[in-house]
């Protein structure tokens, strides 16, 4: 079974920076392409960010509200996702998902991790 | 790249059948078979209950079915459980970005 565990959440001052990480087991992390998607209070699900497997070039997307300010990587060693959020602001303040992506959509969610943004 | 289209709210009594829609354009449902849909119960993570517009993963029940049709796709939720209620998310890959949401529908089993 795929299991998924977000850490890293927590409140930061607007401008401030965070890093994410989330800890991969029950799948060939190796061979997965990642994502991350965050929701808002009360709010839907946004699709953030997806990093493909090295194989496929290790290369990485982002949503337009986020790029130039996020940047997702992975340590395929430790089987860990990491999300780096520089610049944040009080419109970030979400939980954030790591999730397997496949077949063009998320196949494996973790519990998420709050991040909130407030001075 | 705009969300998805999707009702805000949906409602059937139990036992019911209810469809849930999802509109795109063609740079996204309309021109690939990778539509998604998610249940996620208050409080919780989203679970996937169909992925490549229409198969299920192991363990979903077989209530639930999903379709496509030109831009839009459609999630059907046969025999309407209590437990059915909950927010259903639909998602599709995109010639722009990977992937992208619906804005989330709201099902209420009266």
């Known amino acids: 079974e795929v299991h998924l565990v977000e850490s890293g959440g927590d409140l930061v001052k607007p401008g401030g920076s965070l890093r994410l990480s989330c800890a991969a087991s029950g799948l060939s992390f190796i061979n997965a392409w990642m994502s991350w998607v965050r929701q808002a209070p009360g709010k839907g699900l946004e699709w953030i960010g997806r990093?493909?497997?090295?194989?496929?070039?290790?290369?990485?997307d982002y949503a337009a509200a986020v790029k130039g300010r996020f940047t997702i990587s992975r340590d395929d060693s430790r089987n860990t996702l990491y999300l780096q959020m520089n610049s944040l602001e009080t419109e970030d303040t979400a939980m954030y998902y790591c999730?397997?992506?496949?077949?063009?959509?998320?196949?494996?969610w973790g519990q998420g991790t709050l991040v909130t943004v407030s001075s | 790249q705009s969300a998805l289209t999707q009702p805000a709210s949906v409602s059937g009594s139990l036992g019911q059948s209810i469809t849930i829609s999802c509109t795109g354009t063609s740079s996204d449902i309309g021109s690939y078979n990778y539509v998604s849909w998610y249940q996620q119960h208050p409080g919780k993570a989203p679970k996937v209950m169909i992925y490549k517009v229409s198969d299920r993963p192991s363990g979903v029940s077989n209530r639930f079915s999903g379709s496509k049709s030109g831009n839009s796709a459609s999630l059907t939720i046969s025999g309407l459980q209590a437990e059915d209620e909950a927010d259903y998310y639909c998602s599709s890959y995109t010639n722009s970005v990977p992937m992208v949401f619906g804005g989330g529908t709201k099902v209420t089993v009266l």
């Open positions: 990093i493909k497997n090295k194989i496929d070039g290790g290369t990485s």
């Open positions: 999730a397997t992506y496949l077949y063009g959509g998320i196949t494996n």
